[in-house]
């Protein structure tokens, strides 16, 4: 599964062969900065807007989690080791 932003709160899983929906996550305001969290097996994405970061669980597509980061959240990586980072 694949998990995409789309501009609204919301995201998207899909199947990368037939682009099917698989899922769709509610998440908070401008989803964006998404990045994959290996060791978890977790998506974390920043709500730009929204001052916060959500983790997904990559394998369901349910929010494993929303962390206020109090400010706008812009980059995000990971390090390989299940470590996230984000630059307010």
Do not use: W
Request: net charge neutral; with cysteine.
């Amino acid at each position: 599964m694949d998990i995409r932003a789309t501009g609204t709160p919301t995201l998207h899983g899909f199947d990368l062969k037939t682009m099917k929906v698989l899922v769709q996550t509610p998440t908070g305001s401008k989803p964006d900065a998404i990045i994959y969290i290996r060791p978890q097996s977790e998506c974390s994405h920043s709500n730009g807007d929204g001052n916060s970061a959500t983790a997904i669980n990559a394998a369901d597509g349910k929010v494993a989690g929303t962390v206020d980061l109090g400010g706008g959240p812009e980059f995000a990586s990971a390090d390989g080791k299940g470590n996230g980072f984000r630059k307010s």
